[in-house]
T-cell receptor, first 114, second 113 residues
Framework: DAGVIQSPRHEVTEMGQEVTLRCKPI?????LFWYRQTMMRGLELLIY????????DSGMPEDRFSAKMPNASFSTLKIQPSEPRDSAVYFC????????????FGAGSRLTVL | QQQVKQSPQSLIVQKGGISIINCAYE??????FPWYQQFPGKGPALLIA?????SEKKEGRFTISFNKSAKQFSLHIMDSQPGDSATYFC????????????FGTGTSLTVIP
């Protein structure tokens, strides 16, 4: 298995632009998580899905952030409009079942908003 | 409220020395405590984990020590090597849900040759 695949690996954009980050979880995993990593706040859970259904989005910073999982093999995290304070590394992780206790992370998408 | 507190923020150790990273948790219902290792440009990867029914778990040079009464656990890296230089995260979760992993803020470890 190729692991959790994220794209793009790096994104540089200007304030106000829309940003879409993509994730392909490991085949057979039915839980998907989006995390944001910054020096100040470490790893923060933004949202997670079970069987493509969003379960908890309380970590999503504000309405500018949205996430979707249209099928078991694809998820997106969208920021519209983007702001400089959104600059961070965004990780997608998946787990093969609730309670499996093992998260497999992707390599991350480094976002820079100018 | 920070569910898992991790220290130190950064650590520099000589090659061959022992690296020790400490974590403390709040919720006594947590029943699974993993450590993740992250190299620059990579995502965190599971290193070792422990459940609270044991006080210690060892895998090679990596050992977790667990103190349930104190609600603390620590990672010990014996004979530290330059290749161990990475950021280490402790975490805690509830097995029944497995959804919410509470991560510490991370420790940047540098092992000097």
């Amino acid at each position: 298995d190729a692991g959790v695949i994220q794209s793009p690996r790096h994104e540089v954009t200007e304030m106000g632009q829309e940003v879409t980050l993509r994730c392909k979880p490991i085949s057979g995993h039915n839980s998907l998580f989006w995390y944001r990593q910054t020096m100040m706040r470490g790893l923060e859970l933004l949202i997670y899905f079970n069987n493509n259904v969003p379960i908890d989005d309380s970590g999503m910073p504000e309405d500018r952030f949205s996430a979707k999982m249209p099928n078991a093999s694809f998820s997106t995290l969208k920021i519209q409009p983007s702001e400089p304070r959104d600059s961070a590394v965004y990780f997608c992780a998946s787990s093969y079942r609730v309670g499996a206790n093992v998260l497999t992370f992707g390599a991350g998408s480094r976002l820079t908003v100018l | 409220q920070q569910q898992v507190k991790q220290s130190p923020q950064s650590l520099i150790v000589q090659k061959g020395g022992i690296s020790i990273i400490n974590c403390a948790y709040e919720n006594t219902a947590f029943d699974y405590f993993p450590w993740y290792q992250q190299f620059p440009g990579k995502g965190p990867a599971l290193l070792i984990a422990i459940r609270p029914d044991v006080s210690e778990k060892k895998e090679g040079r990596f050992t977790i020590s667990f103190n349930k009464s104190a609600k603390q656990f620590s990672l010990h890296i014996m004979d530290s090597q330059p290749g161990d230089s990475a950021t280490y995260f402790c975490a805690a979760t509830l097995s029944l849900t497995g959804n919410q992993f509470y991560f510490g803020t991370g420790t940047s470890l540098t092992v000097i040759p």
